[in-house]
């Protein structure tokens, strides 16, 4: 079974909007964390968010936020007030338990912000 | 946040040469390095994970002796391709990973490697 699905293989938003990137996990550790990373064109890994499975709230950092709803094991991707600068590649990852030397990732989400 | 740079950015070589790509973390002491392979519109494929001062540990299907990796130092890891082929061409990303913190994975710029 896959570890990260993102059933989005790209996505188009008009600038200044929010958008909604989909992720779901699997896993039965209940220790584990969840990372959201940007991939430019230029092909860099931007680090985003992160989500610990035992934090109580929401991740947030500036102007993305991660929906996490562990009943349902996703981990969405908020992005509020789109930019033009946005248009990339976004990665939803998973450090499953304590094993800090295996990192799963999804196959991406195209993001393309419109004028 | 901690860096991780990567170096070359771009390289063409010919059929048959070996090409080294080089990973360091700047700022910290990394002593897990990951490698990976990213295909054309494809996500993250890990192909080993180095350890330094120790033989690296190969995913399944990645052939050890077409890609030597070499962990020497805290701070650098080495990806060779030997007798590199066209299909060798690729993008190559390292990462290493922090102690300290939530253990997320510092990302170099990657490598576009392109075998004529």
């Known amino acids: 079974a896959q570890k990260i699905t993102q059933t989005q293989p790209g996505m188009f938003v008009q600038e200044k909007e929010a958008v909604t990137l989909d992720c779901t996990y699997d896993?039965?550790?209940?220790?584990?964390?969840l990372f959201w990373y940007k991939q430019p064109s230029s092909g860099e890994m931007i680090f985003l968010i992160y989500q610990g499975s035992y934090d109580q709230q929401n991740a947030t950092e500036g102007r993305y936020s991660l929906n996490f709803q562990k009943a349902r094991k996703s981990a969405n991707l908020v992005i509020s007030a789109s930019q033009l600068g946005d248009s990339a590649m976004y990665f939803c990852?998973?450090?499953?338990?304590?094993?800090?030397?295996?990192?799963?990732f999804g196959s991406g989400t195209k993001l393309n912000v419109k004028p | 946040g901690a860096v991780v740079s990567q170096h070359p950015s771009w390289v063409i070589c010919k059929s048959g040469t070996s090409v080294k790509i080089e990973c360091r973390s700047l700022d910290f002491q990394a002593t897990t390095m990951f490698w990976y392979r990213q295909f054309p519109k494809q996500s993250l494929m890990l192909m080993a994970t180095s350890n330094e001062g120790s033989k690296a540990t190969y995913e399944q299907g990645v052939e050890k002796d077409k890609f030597l990796i070499n962990h020497a130092s805290l701070t650098l890891s080495t990806l060779t391709v030997t007798s590199a082929h066209p299909e060798d061409s690729s993008f190559y990303i390292c990462?290493?990973?922090?102690?300290?913190?939530?253990?997320?994975?510092?990302f170099g710029e990657g490598s576009r490697l392109t075998v004529l």
């Open positions: 896993t039965s550790d209940p220790s584990y964390g």
């Open positions: 990852a998973m450090r499953e338990g304590n094993n800090f030397n295996k990192f799963y």
């Open positions: 990462s290493a990973r922090e102690r300290r913190g939530t253990g997320e994975l510092f």
